[in-house]
């Protein structure tokens, strides 16, 4: 196995998950999001932890979905974004519930669970204005009747995705009014789907109103704000609401030296000690997830100390400045995420989102429920 691992802890995803179905109350039901290998944090660890405190689990495709089949995971699980075509065999076989957003799938999709004797799950995908996966409003009951008069297949949902829950209100608003109007026209229709679903987890938070009757918990889940927006405006309203970041990225140190004032440090030259300075190299480069761009600014945490990324991060190697760490040796932790650096800590020297920072830790590095 690869010196650097992550640590996932138990106590803190059942914290987040459980404030949540508080929030929404005892007529909402809440599925938590494990698409991407559970933004990282490892999707048959996190299913595991969470599947006898919810009904549903979502992730991105038929791929996610059966390994998690093969993992023993019995709840519903819902593919949100796509299905493979060679799997959808598998897929109705294994009872995954499947988006549709054109015909020609849910016409694929109902000869196949003809041959196979089954019936279908499936959710229809709207676009009320991400201009992503789905069908647009106005052909929505057209298209939801078509696809109703298909015997092998039965509608279990509709949902809609935000496209700016985190930071435009009044887009927001927009699409949620958008979804109403439609639930409306299908009432209308004398069509009745059972779950509804829009809310992420931004929305979840400040939209009360699109939350109908199950909510899509994604980044809250791992006890990461989708904002700092959001986390002042709810921290006005519910001091006490606390998520609790359930990651912890670390590795070991591999060797200690001693560098003489102006050596060159790592590719490129691109730092030069301005004193003599203790050096550790450690287990972790960006094959295993440690951006590049963290060279001469990230930081890491040893002994409770943060130490200075100097150099270019390598693929598997990094160094840092540990001259402030008494009785530093090799073998020791490093904390490379948690412990007092945050995902949106390092996101800002990355220039990019906390999502991001978790998502892309290398899914090959062991991790492990705490």
């Not at 790592?266 to 761009?293: F, H, S």
């Not at 990324?309 to 995420?337: F, Q, W, Y």
Request: net charge positive; glycine share 8%; proline share 3%.
């Amino acid at each position: 196995m690869y010196l650097s691992w992550v640590e996932i802890s138990r106590s803190a995803i059942l914290h987040n998950l459980r404030l949540f179905k508080r929030l929404v109350g005892n007529n909402v039901e809440v599925m938590p999001i494990i698409k991407s290998n559970a933004y990282g944090h490892g999707s048959a660890e996190v299913a595991t932890i969470i599947s006898n405190e919810v009904n549903w689990l979502g992730v991105v495709d038929l791929s996610e979905a059966l390994f998690l089949r093969r993992m023993k995971i019995k709840n519903n699980i819902l593919a949100l974004s796509y299905v493979e075509n060679d799997l959808l065999k598998q897929g109705i076989k294994a009872k995954i519930d499947l988006p549709i957003y054109d015909f020609e799938t849910a016409q694929q999709i109902n000869r196949l669970a003809g041959k196979l004797k089954q019936l279908a799950k499936v959710h229809i995908k709207i676009d009320t204005g991400a201009a992503r996966i789905g069908i647009l409003p106005k052909e929505t009951v057209s298209f939801v009747r078509k696809v109703s008069g298909l015997s092998n297949l039965k509608i279990r949902g509709i949902y809609s995705h935000f496209s700016a829950a985190e930071e435009n209100e009044k887009y927001t608003k927009f699409q949620v009014n958008i979804f109403r109007s439609i639930l409306v026209e299908l009432k209308k229709n004398k069509i009745n789907i059972p779950l509804k679903h829009f809310a992420c987890s931004a929305a979840t938070l400040v939209r009360p109103e699109s939350h109908f009757n199950l909510v899509r918990l994604g980044l809250v889940l791992y006890g990461l704000w989708p904002s700092d927006q959001i986390r002042k405006k709810i921290m006005r309203k519910h001091p006490n609401f606390k998520l609790q970041p359930a990651l912890e990225w670390k590795t070991k140190i591999i060797q200690v030296k001693e560098i003489p004032v102006g050596s060159k440090i790592g590719y490129g030259c691109t730092y030069t000690a301005g004193k003599k300075m203790k050096l550790a190299i450690i287990g972790v480069g960006y094959w295993e997830g440690y951006d590049r761009k963290l060279s001469n600014q990230g930081v890491v945490i040893i002994k409770n100390i943060k130490c200075p990324i100097v150099g270019r991060i390598c693929m598997n190697l990094s160094m840092a400045d540990v001259t402030k760490v008494k009785n530093v040796k090799p073998g020791d932790e490093v904390i490379l995420l948690g412990g007092g650096e945050s995902a949106d800590q390092m996101a800002k020297k990355n220039g990019t989102i906390n999502y991001e920072v978790v998502t892309r830790i290398n899914p090959i590095l062991t991790r492990i429920i705490k």
